[in-house]
């Protein structure tokens, strides 16, 4: 199986629920919105830095 092909989708998928937490955020500024972002945030870097 191609990795890197599996790596562009999980890549895309936690572009995809940071673009989501961002949205959510804009339009409704609450804690649970603003936690959720951070932790989208915080997964995609640490999945782009290889952590």
Do not use: H, P
């Amino acid at each position: 199986m191609n990795y890197q092909i599996l790596a562009d989708i999980e890549l895309n998928r936690k572009i995809s629920l940071f673009q989501k937490a961002v949205e959510a955020y804009v339009f409704n500024r609450t804690l649970e919105n603003s936690m959720t972002l951070a932790k989208a945030k915080a997964d995609l870097a640490c999945f782009v830095w290889g952590g």
